[in-house]
Structure formats: C-alpha cells, structure tokens
C-alpha cells in the first residue's frame, strides 16, 4: 500500500510564498514520475508540475516563472517551491506519483489526500 502525505500548505498573502513537500511511504520498487496538481473551487484538477526521475521538469503556463519543482526521488519526495502567489493560485493541491510496487506490474498513478493553499488579498 503506497500512501502520499502533502505537506507545507496554509494561509498567505499575495505575493507571499510557501513551500509544499509530499513524501511517499510504503513498499515502492521504482518511481517513474512525482508532480503537483491543484482543484480550485468550480473546476477541474489541472496539471501545476512534474518531474522525471531523471530530473526533467514540466509546468503549467500559469505558474511559469514563479514555481519550482525539484525531487528527491530516492527519498521518495518532491517539493513545491511557491513565489509570487496570488489569489488565483488558491486551491488544494495534490500530490501524485507513477511507480511501479513490483517489476513485473505496470505503472499506477498514486495520489495524496491534498493540501489547501490560500493565499488572501
């Protein structure tokens, strides 16, 4: 069983800054992807970042420039660093990770139970 725990979120003001970490536990043979996606109130989960594990980075337009994310694959956790936050970035942001629990299985998304960020005016 592969559990995520999200933490670092909180209450902010605009232009503010938090750092979200998540760490994996449970019995992980190999991890292919971690990465953030958040759920704002009336919409979808979009995609805010991932990371490879051979460290290759992908993130949403709307956070460009001002978030950053980095792995600690063989730890098993992957943090959020989160600069020049803004009302829109309010939302509950989870966790997720692709890996494998054996060689011989494929490859399963995993997801934490969410962080709430809130940042105010």
């Known amino acids: 069983q592969v559990q995520l725990v999200e933490s670092g979120g909180g209450l902010v003001q605009a232009g503010g800054s938090l750092r979200l970490s998540c760490a994996a536990s449970?019995?992980?043979?190999?991890?292919?992807?971690m990465g953030w996606y958040r759920q704002a109130p009336g919409k979808q989960r979009e995609l805010v970042a991932t990371?490879?594990?051979?460290?290759?980075?992908n993130y949403a337009d709307s956070v460009k420039g001002r978030f950053t994310i980095s792995g600690d694959i063989p730890k098993n956790t992957v943090y959020l660093q989160m600069n020049s936050l803004n009302p829109e970035d309010t939302a509950v942001y989870y966790c997720?990770?692709?890996?494998?629990?054996?060689?011989?299985?494929?490859?399963?998304?995993?997801w934490g139970q969410g962080t709430q960020v809130t940042v105010s005016s």
């Open positions: 449970g019995s992980i043979f190999r991890i292919n992807v």
């Open positions: 990371i490879t594990s051979d460290g290759s980075t």
């Open positions: 997720t990770l692709q890996a494998k629990l054996t060689r011989l299985i494929p490859w399963y998304d995993y």
